[in-house]
């Protein structure tokens, strides 16, 4: 019955659901509030990476902020398209740049600019970060899971500077070192009284500041890791121009170039000119060859029925089906 049920949720898929709907179904590409309450918030969102693309030093997602908003974002960069998914607004829709052949980060950046956008990273906005690579209902993502403290921060911020430790005593939420350590250590030197430097001490004590925290060290070092395993997840497949025969391009590309030089050497203006007609009709549907290979290898579930649905290709639904059984699984 189990299996019945799941075949005809396919069905229904495949002819009747579009995209969009089907990702809010997995819970992907989107943000979600876990928890909201007085000390902080807390977001949390699982991107699909099997097409995530380098944006910066082989990094494959930043973040930026927005002071007028207030709001954190990150940004990805997936096909063609840069796309920038506000975290503390969910319901937000994103930001799309579609990117051409020459474009580079720095124009991105510059038009994230002038939307208020500025790199950025959470510590720097009062907030706590943890990401890694998961497998989510079937599909390859990155997680990303933000805790804002702002308001948090500010009231700690308040008592510190004000040498009043009154105002914190009942808070029960613990506010993460990083977060207010170099600022608790400004003014304690700044401290002149006897007065001042006991206060200190209770909101030291209140933050335990006195006691070494791990976490946030740990955390810093898995988003290093999470980068890196990102940039090593889809390894850049382009060699260098010297290895490619010069008096035979053709051959190569028709042969041995792997799809990602195949698709450069296509989108170039110059290639149809240089080849003939034969030729570069060959080079075409040896590039769709390898674009669906790689499609059902590493194609996401809401990419592949995408795609189903215009080409009604038998593999892609025998890969649907596959990864539709290992989510109900």
Known sequence: ???????????????????????????????????????????????????????????????????????????????????????????????????KKHTRYTHIQRALKKQGYLL?????????????????????????????????QKKYQKAIHSYDARSIVKIKTQLPHVLIDNYFKTYQKKASSEAQRKQLDLIA??????????????????????????????????VAPSAIPENAPFKYYAQEASYHELETYLNDSKTKDSLTFNQYTQLTQRYTALKDKKMLKDGSLEELISSYKTNKNPKYKKRILELMKEAQQ
Request: with cysteine.
């Open 120 to 152: 950025s990273s959470p510590h720097a906005v009062g907030a706590t970060s943890k990401v890694g690579l998961r497998k989510y209902k079937g599909i390859k993502t990155l997680l990303i899971e933000i805790k804002d403290y702002r308001n948090l």
């Open 205 to 238: 004590d209140k933050l335990h500041l006195h006691t070494p925290e791990s976490k946030n060290n740990n955390a810093q070092e898995e988003e290093i890791k999470v980068q890196e395993a990102l940039a090593k997840e889809i390894p850049e497949e382009t």
């Open 1 to 99: 019955m189990i299996q019945k049920a799941l075949l005809l949720s396919l069905l229904l898929l495949l002819n009747s659901c579009s995209l969009d709907s089907l990702i809010a179904l997995g819970e992907v590409d989107k943000v979600q509030v876990v928890k909201k309450n007085a000390s902080y918030a807390q977001y949390r969102a699982y991107f699909t990476r099997t097409q995530l693309k380098p944006i910066k030093n082989n990094q494959k997602y930043l973040y930026f902020y927005n002071k007028t908003k207030k709001d954190l974002a990150v940004l990805l960069h997936r096909y063609d398209n840069y796309i920038l998914y506000s975290l503390y607004h969910p319901e937000a829709p994103h930001m799309t740049f579609k990117a």
